[in-house]
């Protein structure tokens, strides 16, 4: 059972990989998916089938939301610059760095605990198991990979599978250092993994709603700035098709955009609906 | 049995309210209501939960819920019933300002958030009550996203950020702190039992040190945690453009409550799992003194020199945040009681600000504080308000707010340190009074214009009964001729008669079998009228109730501060070692 769960540590890393580096968003989510579903079952010993049940659930329903939120040919997305080959060198490194972390605290603790009983929390670990350390590695591994989207990201849907590779991260961290699991917490946390998703899914869901993209727009580039002007203003802005749904001064309907035109949306200003 | 009925009925009076606000009319009203009704039930509920004192024995069977993993307390009982008495103000004022679409998304968001708040409170595991934080703190994308603005796309992604971040954090702190504490135990009585020449003992002090760093580590990211949920400077920049979209009444929620299951959860690891180490922790807990220390300083004075009321609101809610980093750095179990009572007058202090300046800001039709010169002269009422609220805030010496205030400053450093952030918890207060004394000024034409808070009553009117098309029109009301004809234009004229046709129509639907769940729609449509005339002074009423019930708070109410100190209801367990 160990290395057949120590390539599933491999696996939700490849996946996490694709999640960050894939420019085809459903390819993403894709990823996201396996991420999700697998790194639930990366713990030793097993937990029940209630659990196991409930994160699974969790994660595909997550998963599934966001890949539904994507429903009508979403356009590729940037991508994270470093391409495939980049974002793989940092997993390896990182799941490394956690294999070896793992391996080392599980030799402290058992040294220490020679004469004694092992650390409750970390039996698995001081018992020499590699599944723990596997957990670990992954967990380093998808903290690093989320990194630069969650704390960069402008882009509603890399921003979204970032936080849900942490979510994943917290979750393989936890299977590295718990010596038993409880089925009625692992509810808890597919509850979260799931709400989540569903948060990820309605925020990609409005993005391409309202722009037609996936770009996050800044605080000087949306239109809020413009809809929160005092109500008072002196001199109050010319409409804008963010402001009056379309029309111009005059109720014209606003001229219908080039079909082949990239979508840009920078400024609010490209309401055309979409194919 | 009565916190499966309180939970069971917070989601579906959530679920009702959601469906039907999102649909409008008939199923809008009654989504409204049935929201409403829920609000009030939890209030009922939440007072006569029974709620065994933690540590005092063995917890009663059928109290605990999902096999003992939930379990009510005092605190809990306490924390719902006030969320659930704001929200249901929260929700009059919003119903009274914007009518039902003023409660799309919000009303949900609140049941939902007290629901997820009752869970992380009652958890007796600290990954259940993290786990039950975050989803708390997702209720913020229900109340932005409801309004389908453009504008609010991006706060909504920092929201997102933000709670997944600091859930993430807090569960992962949770995860490792049970490897820190063991190592440090380990070293510790290895140290103790060993000769001071045996390797096994000099392996021990390395790993003592190690297990130092890890657990010091684990305190700075829990109260990372906590300062990314909260909006701690320097992780404040998304409160003001959270509060530039979204609706002002739904703050409150967002910057207060929703923070609050968190930061308990997060004392409750530090209390549970790495304070009783007593490890030599001087640096970290340093660290978050300052960082507490400046946020109470910058806030102040961002506070004090913004013109923007939500800004000014948003600031001080951070401001007030601060001191609850103090319970972190303090370190030791003992101020786990005052971090917690603090939080709880924090939520409901700031709750009434955010409502005071919600109302304020649609009385006066700005945000803009200088345009609001000379607001008490319209506005006793919210005036009065305000300054319970700044009582409120900072309480009185033997309240229970200005207790804990003196409390985490002298848990958390010794003289002449505990006296600055004594002060520093203070530098809050020329905002409050410049608000107070900006509004004795004279008034300017903003102000003038606004409604004053007078309560109207409109005198009916006779009117002769007329014959149109052979059938006699009754006498009515001018009030229920408006609202029974057809919709209301922008050239409607109060008072106006129907047309004689829909006279003769409502004549006969009043013979119909129908015509008691008519008569009784129509008494509501008169009722709901009624409030809404005099919207504008039930609104400030709604406010100073709001500060009532925080001055109470702060006061100490129903023995907050010994619920607040009661042990926190964390069961040992296979994880906790």
Same mark, same amino acid.
């Given at each position: ?97 956690g294999?070896?972390a793992a391996?080392?605290m #599980?030799?402290?603790l ?9 650390v409750?929390a970390a039996?698995?670990l ?6 723990p350390?596997?957990?670990l590695?992954?967990a380093l ?28 991260a917290a979750?393989l961290l936890r299977n590295a250092f718990t ?85 840009? #949306? ?10 | ?85 704001? $929200? ?38 600290l990954t ?40 993430v954090l807090l569960i992962g702190a949770i995860a490792v702190a049970p490897i820190g504490a063991g190592l440090a ?26 297990a130092?760093a890890i657990v010091g580590l684990l305190v700075l990211a829990i ?46 690891a530090?209390?549970?799992l790495l $304070? ?154 020329? !905002? ?12 300017? =034409? ?18 002769? =009964? ?5 059938? $006699?029109?009754?006498?009515? /009301? ?21 047309? /004689? ?12 079998? =129908?015509?008691? =769940? ?34 109470? !708070? ?21 994880s906790s070692d």
């Amino acid at each position: 059972m160990t290395p057949a769960l120590v390539l599933l540590a491999v696996l939700v890393t490849a996946g996490a990989v694709v999640a960050v580096s894939a420019r085809e968003p459903r390819l993403a989510v894709l990823g996201i998916i396996v991420v999700l579903t697998g790194a639930a079952y990366v713990v030793e010993p097993m937990p029940g089938v209630v659990a196991l049940a409930a994160r699974l659930v969790g994660s595909v329903l997550a998963g599934f939301l966001v890949w539904v939120s994507l429903r009508g040919a979403p356009p590729p997305t940037a991508g994270w610059r470093m391409g495939w080959p980049g974002a793989s060198a940092v997993a390896i490194v990182a799941f490394a760095i956690g294999w070896l972390a793992a391996g080392t605290m #599980g030799t402290a603790l058992g040294t220490l605990a020679a004469d004694g009983p092992a650390v409750g929390a970390a039996a698995a670990l001081t018992g020499g198991s590699l599944v723990p350390r596997a957990a670990l590695g992954a967990a380093l591994a998808l903290s690093a990979l989320a990194a630069a989207p969650v704390l960069l990201g402008r882009d509603a849907l890399r921003l979204g599978l970032g936080l849900l590779l942490l979510l994943a991260a917290a979750g393989l961290l936890r299977n590295a250092f718990t010596a038993g699991t409880d089925g009625i917490v692992e509810l808890g946390l597919a509850v979260l993994t799931a709400v989540s998703g569903a948060g990820v899914a309605i925020l990609v869901s409005r993005s391409l709603e309202a722009f037609g993209d996936l770009a996050l727009r800044g605080p000087g580039r949306s239109d809020a700035a413009i809809r929160h002007r005092p109500t008072d203003d002196a001199h109050p802005l010319p409409p804008t098709p963010a402001r009056d749904g379309g029309r111009g001064r005059a109720g014209r309907r606003a001229p219908a955009p080039d079909p082949g035109a990239p979508s840009s #949306g920078r400024d609010g200003s490209d309401w055309s609906p979409r194919p | 049995m009565m916190l499966v009925l309180l939970l069971t009925l917070g989601t579906l009076g959530a679920a009702a309210s959601a469906w039907g606000l999102a649909r409008g009319g008939r199923a809008a009203r009654g989504g409204a209501l049935a929201g409403g009704v829920a609000l009030l039930a939890i209030v009922v509920l939440a007072l006569a939960l029974d709620a065994p004192r933690v540590g005092s024995g063995t917890i009663p069977e059928g109290v605990g819920l999902l096999g003992g993993r939930l379990i009510p307390n005092d605190y809990l009982r306490l924390v719902v019933a006030l969320w659930a008495m704001d $929200a249901a103000l929260l929700v009059c004022i919003a119903w009274l300002g914007a009518g039902l679409a003023g409660l799309r998304g919000l009303l949900p968001a609140l049941l939902v958030s007290i629901v997820g708040g009752t869970v992380a409170l009652a958890a007796t595991e600290l990954t259940l009550g993290a786990a039950a934080a975050g989803a708390t703190g997702l209720v913020a994308l229900v109340v932005l996203l409801a309004t389908r603005e453009p504008a609010s796309i991006t706060p909504a992604a920092r929201e997102l950020r933000a709670t997944i971040v600091s859930t993430v954090l807090l569960i992962g702190a949770i995860a490792v702190a049970p490897i820190g504490a063991g190592l440090a135990i380990r070293a510790a009585g290895a140290n103790a039992d060993g000769a001071p020449a045996d390797p096994a003992v000099n392996g021990a002090t390395t790993m003592g040190a190690d297990a130092t760093a890890i657990v010091g580590l684990l305190v700075l990211a829990i109260a990372l945690a906590v300062a990314i949920r909260s909006g701690l400077i320097p992780f404040h920049l998304r409160v003001p453009r959270l509060a530039d979209v979204a609706p002002p009444v739904s703050l409150p929620l967002l910057l207060a409550w929703v923070p609050l299951p968190l930061a308990v959860v997060g004392l409750a690891a530090v209390d549970r799992l790495l $304070a009783p180490l007593a490890l030599p922790l001087e640096g970290e807990q340093w660290l978050i003194i300052a960082a507490a220390l400046f946020t109470l300083v910058a806030a102040a004075a961002a506070a004090f020199l913004q013109d923007d009321l939500r800004h000014t609101t948003g600031y001080l809610v951070i401001a007030d945040f601060a001191l609850v980093l103090l319970a972190f750095a303090a370190l030791d179990p003992e101020a786990w009681g005052p971090g917690r009572t603090w939080l709880l007058v924090l939520v409901a202090s700031k709750t009434a600000l955010g409502a005071w300046a919600a109302v304020a800001e649609g009385r006066f039709g700005t945000r803009s504080i200088p345009d609001m010169r000379g607001w008490i002269r319209r506005s006793p009422l919210l005036a009065a308000a305000l300054v319970v609220t700044t009582a409120a805030t900072f309480g009185l010496p033997g309240w229970a707010a200005f207790e804990a205030r003196v409390g985490l400053a002298q848990l958390t450093a010794g003289a002449p340190l505990d006296a600055i952030l004594l002060v520093a918890g203070f530098l809050t207060l020329p !905002t409050y009074l410049r608000l107070l004394g900006l509004g004795t000024g004279v008034a300017t =034409s903003r102000v003038d214009r606004a409604a004053p808070e007078r309560i109207v009553r409109i005198r009916r009117f006779e009117t002769l =009964s007329v014959e149109v098309e052979g059938v $006699a029109a009754e006498s009515v /009301g001018a009030e229920g001729v408006a609202a029974e004809g057809a919709p209301a234009g922008p050239d409607a004229v109060p008072g106006a008669r129907p047309a /004689g046709r829909d006279t003769a129509v409502r004549r006969a639907a009043r013979t119909s079998g =129908s015509m008691a =769940s008519h008569g009784a729609t129509h008494v509501g449509r008169r009722f709901a009228r009624a409030l809404r005339r005099d919207a504008t002074e039930l609104t400030a009423a709604a406010v100073l109730t709001l500060a009532v019930l925080a001055a109470l !708070t702060s006061w100490g109410v129903l023995d907050i501060s010994g619920a607040a100190s009661e042990p926190a209801p964390i069961v040992s367990g296979p994880s906790s070692d």
